[in-house]
Every structure is written in C-alpha cells, then in structure tokens.
C-alpha cells in the first residue's frame, strides 16, 4: 500500500515526485503540475505532500502513518490545499496563503501549500503569490495545479518544476474503478472508455444510474440533428440542462456555506448584523459566480463527448481501424459517417474547438451551441 495507488497511469511523473522526496533527490520548493482534466492532478499532488510529511525515515508515502492518513483526508495542519468552484481565486484568499506559506510546520517536515485550480487567478493576483514563491522559507513546498504550464503566467511558470501528467490509458482507469470502487469489470471497461480518460467522469459514469445511457441519448440526438430549427431547440434544450444539473449542486454548497457563515457567527434567526451584511452579501455574489462556473463546465463536459462522437463518425470514414470511444451508439455512428463527408467531420470537430473556446471566452453560451449545432444540422444530406 502506497500514497500513489490513486495516480494510475502516470508513472513518469511519480517518480519524479518520489526521487524529489528521496533523501537522493533535491526538493524544489514550488512545483507546477499540470495535465488534462481529470488526470489526477490534486490526486498527485496530495500524495506528494503525503510523501513529504510520511513519518516513516526515509519518507516513503507508506500510506499507513498518521501523516500519510491525515494529508490524504485534508486534515494535516501543515498541508492546506485550495480548490474552488468559482470563476477565479481573490487576491485576498492568495494573500491569506502567502501568510500561511510563511509559517513553519507545525508538526510535519514541510508547510506545504497546494493550489488546485491556479489558473484561476488574475494577474494582479499573481503579483500577490510571485513573491512567496520566489523567496520561499526553507521548509515550504508550494504546489500549483493547472491545465497547461501556459494557464499561469511566465513570472510564475519560470520559478516552477513543471511535472505534466499526461490522460491514462482507458484499460489503466478501469482497473483503478474495479480496485478502488469495486466496479464490475465489464461496467468499469465501458465507463473508462466513454470518459477517455478522466478518472472521475469514468467513476461518475459507472455508479451513476442513467449516465451512460443519458450520454448515448445524447450522441444519438446529436447524430440525428437535421435543421436550422431543430438545432435552435437543441442548443436551448443543452443550455436548460446544463443549468438544472449546475444549480443543484451549486444550491447545495451555497446553502451549506450559508449555515456555516450564520452558526460561526452565533446567529440563530437569520438576521445577519449590519456590520456583517457585506460579508453575508459576499456569500451571495459567490453563489452567483459558481453557478456561472459550473454551467460552462458541464457545457464543456457535453462538448467534449460531441467531440467523441464526431471523432467516432470521421474513425469510421477513414476506416482506421481505431477503438469508438461510443460503440453503444454505432449505428448511429455508422449512418451519420454514410451520409457525410470526411471533410464535414474534421470542420465539425474543429467548430466543436471553437465553440470550447467561445464559451470559455464569456460568449454567451446559447450563441455558441447554436452556432455549432447549426453547422452539425447542415453537414448531413
Ligand atoms: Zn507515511
């Protein structure tokens, strides 16, 4: 048993971290980690700060000490880990880190400090962070995750040990769901494959009754879209889901987060105090800007799969031979590849691209999908 049985896939950059952590290697003091959604990049990074705090001489990760358990469980006082569901990270909560960053440990061999979603600071709010990670105290271990070294800015990206995690193969991430989740292996081989690789899509789609097949439904309806007006509706009927699915689970924190702000503040009957109604308000505008979040990350989620499809449909054109990512829906697959061209399905997928980036981009994300959905109803004969 190990602090890294959870990084599957990725055997390179575990032994980067693990020869980091060695007495052998030398410790860099602020690390980047970096890969594709849901290749495990805070999954890696807690098993590296687990590493580092491991009470065993020499730290190994052992997985067993209270360290290692504490670290993995979020509870380790000299680990703190930030990952938000908002649109970005303030500057305030970077300033309350740097201050964080210069304590020394408490009880552990390092602070360390992991930072999940750290291309979601501004500019100014890396000014804020470049000192802390220029001239760290010597037993502070930053650790930023992000998508791609390019997501954070050059200042900070040259102070960093990049480790990239690359997307685990879908055979890797199925034997992760049988062991760790005990998932039946013909479930866990269907959901691995459908998620391409990301760990928790897979997970989702093999204990979530209905996942898969909503996401077949919905290859299908993408498959058999014909006209401008049938893409219209399409593209709103995506937007109503996206935002159903999103607000249940933002209401959830938000509400979560609203008793905790009353109860720590001894208020029993909601009536916040005047000199606490700003900060009351500021939970509010929060609970705004995640939902805005988390619609765009369910619309990017829904992409991607069209993405799948698309590929599917153009393997089939070219007759490559290479695995559908969707065999559930192949005749489907097999009719939209009868009736279109090669060529319509590479500018598909490149408008699937386009409309990613528009969305992320702040375009509204109606207008996006309905650009999209529109060139897809036009492409069949
Ligand atoms: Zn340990």
């Not at 880190?97 to 061999?109: E, F, K, Y």
């Given at each position: 048993m190990s602090v890294w049985d959870e990084v599957v896939g990725q055997e390179a950059a575990v032994a980067r971290f693990r020869r980091a952590a060695s007495p052998e290697g030398t410790l860099a003091q602020a690390w980047l980690i970096t890969g594709p959604p849901g290749s495990g990049r805070s999954t890696a990074a807690r098993a590296f700060a687990a590493t580092l705090e491991c009470e065993n001489d020499p730290p190994v990760g052992c997985g067993r000490c209270r360290a290692c358990v504490t670290v993995l469980a979020g509870t380790h006082p000299d680990v703190t880990v930030v990952a938000t569901d908002k649109l970005s990270i303030s500057k305030d909560e970077v300033r309350s880190l740097v201050l964080t960053a210069q304590r020394s440990p408490a009880t552990g061999r390092h602070r360390v400090i992991i930072v999940e979603d750290a291309d979601r600071m501004s500019a100014g709010t890396f000014n804020v962070l470049l000192k802390s990670i220029e001239e760290?105290?010597?037993?502070t271990v930053w650790m930023l995750c992000a998508p791609s070294a390019e997501d954070l800015a050059p200042t900070i990206r040259s102070r960093c040990h990049v480790v990239t995690l690359t997307i685990p193969p879908a055979e890797t991430v199925a034997e992760l769901l049988v062991r760790r989740d005990g998932v039946d292996p013909e479930v866990a081989g269907r959901s691995a494959r459908a998620a391409q690789g990301h760990i928790g899509l897979a997970l989702r789609y093999a204990t979530q009754p209905g996942a898969l097949e909503g996401r077949e439904r919905a290859a299908r309806t993408l498959l058999s879209l014909r006209g401008a007006g049938a893409a219209v509706l399409a593209a709103q009927a995506l937007v109503d889901q996206a935002t159903s699915e999103a607000k249940e689970h933002a209401d959830e924190v938000s509400a979560a987060e609203r008793e905790r702000f009353l109860r720590s503040a001894g208020i029993e009957d909601e009536k916040v105090p005047p000199a606490l109604r700003a900060q009351y308000r500021q939970l509010e505008e929060d609970a705004k800007r995640r939902q805005t979040r988390l619609v765009r990350d369910v619309l990017d989620r829904y992409l991607l799969d069209a993405h799948s499809v698309l590929r599917d449909v153009l393997t089939l054109q070219l007759d490559s031979g290479s695995a559908l990512v969707n065999p559930g829906v192949h005749d489907a697959l097999e009719e939209a590849a009868a009736t279109s061209e090669a060529g319509d399905s590479l500018r598909l997928l490149d408008a699937v691209g386009t409309a990613r980036a528009r969305i992320a981009g702040n375009v509204p994300p109606l207008l996006a999908l309905e650009a999209l959905l529109a060139q897809v109803a036009v492409s069949r004969r």
């Amino acid at each position: 048993m190990s602090v890294w049985d959870e990084v599957v896939g990725q055997e390179a950059a575990v032994a980067r971290f693990r020869r980091a952590a060695s007495p052998e290697g030398t410790l860099a003091q602020a690390w980047l980690i970096t890969g594709p959604p849901g290749s495990g990049r805070s999954t890696a990074a807690r098993a590296f700060a687990a590493t580092l705090e491991c009470e065993n001489d020499p730290p190994v990760g052992c997985g067993r000490c209270r360290a290692c358990v504490t670290v993995l469980a979020g509870t380790h006082p000299d680990v703190t880990v930030v990952a938000t569901d908002k649109l970005s990270i303030s500057k305030d909560e970077v300033r309350s880190l740097v201050l964080t960053a210069q304590r020394s440990p408490a009880t552990g061999r390092h602070r360390v400090i992991i930072v999940e979603d750290a291309d979601r600071m501004s500019a100014g709010t890396f000014n804020v962070l470049l000192k802390s990670i220029e001239e760290p105290p010597p037993l502070t271990v930053w650790m930023l995750c992000a998508p791609s070294a390019e997501d954070l800015a050059p200042t900070i990206r040259s102070r960093c040990h990049v480790v990239t995690l690359t997307i685990p193969p879908a055979e890797t991430v199925a034997e992760l769901l049988v062991r760790r989740d005990g998932v039946d292996p013909e479930v866990a081989g269907r959901s691995a494959r459908a998620a391409q690789g990301h760990i928790g899509l897979a997970l989702r789609y093999a204990t979530q009754p209905g996942a898969l097949e909503g996401r077949e439904r919905a290859a299908r309806t993408l498959l058999s879209l014909r006209g401008a007006g049938a893409a219209v509706l399409a593209a709103q009927a995506l937007v109503d889901q996206a935002t159903s699915e999103a607000k249940e689970h933002a209401d959830e924190v938000s509400a979560a987060e609203r008793e905790r702000f009353l109860r720590s503040a001894g208020i029993e009957d909601e009536k916040v105090p005047p000199a606490l109604r700003a900060q009351y308000r500021q939970l509010e505008e929060d609970a705004k800007r995640r939902q805005t979040r988390l619609v765009r990350d369910v619309l990017d989620r829904y992409l991607l799969d069209a993405h799948s499809v698309l590929r599917d449909v153009l393997t089939l054109q070219l007759d490559s031979g290479s695995a559908l990512v969707n065999p559930g829906v192949h005749d489907a697959l097999e009719e939209a590849a009868a009736t279109s061209e090669a060529g319509d399905s590479l500018r598909l997928l490149d408008a699937v691209g386009t409309a990613r980036a528009r969305i992320a981009g702040n375009v509204p994300p109606l207008l996006a999908l309905e650009a999209l959905l529109a060139q897809v109803a036009v492409s069949r004969r």
